[in-house]
Nanobody, 121 residues
Framework: QVQLVESGGGLVQPGGSLRLSCAAS????????MAWYRQAPGKQRELVAR???????DYAGSVKGRFTISRDNAKNTVSLQMNLLKPEDTAVYYC???????????????WGQGTQVTVSS
């Protein structure tokens, strides 16, 4: 089994910064693409940023230039540095990863439990 655990959410004023982290643990052989999604109240979950195993990145247009995704393959972690935060960035942020498990050598997709980010004055 594989677990994803997020940390780093909280309350921040507009224009401020937060850094989210996600650690994958369990019977991991290798992690592939890792991503951050978010879901605001009454809205669908949307992709925020995605990073491949070899550090190729992709961002939603609304966060490009403000957010930076990074990963540490040795530690099976992914982070999201969020700068110049806006009230519309308020959402629950979820970590997502494609993970090949050591026991089955099958690749499955996993979600974290989510962490709340609130941008408000």
């Amino acid at each position: 089994q594989v677990q994803l655990v997020e940390s780093g959410g909280g309350l921040v004023q507009p224009g401020g910064s937060l850094r989210l982290s996600c650690a994958a643990s369990g019977t991991i052989f290798q992690t592939y693409a890792m991503a951050w999604y978010r879901q605001a109240p009454g809205k669908q979950r949307e992709l925020v940023a995605r990073i491949t195993h070899y550090d190729g990145t992709d961002y939603a247009g609304s966060v490009k230039g403000r957010f930076t995704i990074s990963r540490d393959n040795a530690k099976n972690t992914v982070s999201l540095q969020m700068n110049l935060l806006k009230p519309e960035d308020t959402a629950v942020y979820y970590c997502n990863a494609d993970v090949r498990e050591r026991t089955t050598m099958k690749t499955n997709n996993y979600w974290g439990q989510g962490t709340q980010v609130t941008v408000s004055s």
